[in-house]
């Protein structure tokens, strides 16, 4: 979960990578060590092949959207954030702005006015600027909702986003040099030995937990509603889970991390559960895209979501 240059999700995680949904072959859960054999006969060989290929097609079509979501969906674009104090604070690349932007951005954007909850901007006179498409010429309250209170002035935009109690400007520019040099996600090759079957255990009553964010000093508030148990590499696994509309989350550290995948953890999402079950697939574990760009804010994995076992699935980290 993510806050950064788009919001597809609630406040805290504006990351939805893949919209349509895919049928893939049912699979027993993982028991034997990453690298073994898979257990179990199979009854008819070429089924059994055709049902892979299959799979792993669908898996290749879920990275490319994801890849795909990276390189257009705002995220390499972000090129600044900024914590915004209450009363007025005025934003452009002039050095004695509030909000000091790169020194390609308008010199004068406007003014931000905050008073507790309610944020305002006043635009300045002569850039075109827009809010959510429409011109804007006079002081206009701005929304922190996801897909809302978008403040554009030709290649530069900002919108305003909530992070725990503290609201902070993101900076995109559409002319970002990280969007031309972008080379794309790498991946682990498919195995189906990674996508395993859970027990969903629910707590006696919803938590609502401060979840610390990377490169920031504000939490935000997560709503926790059971934990994941399931086997992996030799070893029963327990992961928390965070419950963001109709999916759950998860984030997961384990011995590839600093070894090949994002040091500080990867993040999963998975069905809700039904009948106490709920399947988990390593195979489309991601990097949070802070990863690839420091301005987006993600929430740091809890400490007991450390597996000690390599899950040598999903998508590696080039360390660039």
Known sequence: ?????????????????????LALLPLPAVTAAAGAAPTGVVANAGAANAGAADYATAIGKWREEFDADVRSGGWLALVGRYELAEGESSIGSDAMSTLVLPEAAPPHLGRLRRHGRWIGFEPAAGLGITLDGTP???L???????????????RW???V??????YYALVQNNDNPAIEAFKGTSWFAVDPRYRVTASFVAYASP??????MMHIDSRE???SDGAVIFRLGGRTQKLRTFTTGDSLFVMFRDRTNGHGTYGGGRFLEAPLPSGGRVTLDFNKAFNPYCSVNNYVICPVVPAENTMAVRVAAGEKYPGE
């Open 1 to 21: 979960m993510q806050v950064g240059a788009v919001t597809r999700l609630p406040p805290w995680r504006t990351l939805a990578i893949v919209a349509a949904a």
């Open 136 to 138: 804007l010429e006079e």
């Open 140 to 154: 206009a309250q701005l929304a922190t909702r996801r897909g809302e209170g978008r403040v554009r002035s030709g």
């Open 157 to 159: 935009s900002f919108a």
């Open 161 to 166: 986003r909530q992070v725990g109690d503290d």
């Open 207 to 212: 938590e609502r937990r401060a979840v610390p």
């Open 221 to 223: 508030f997560m709503s």
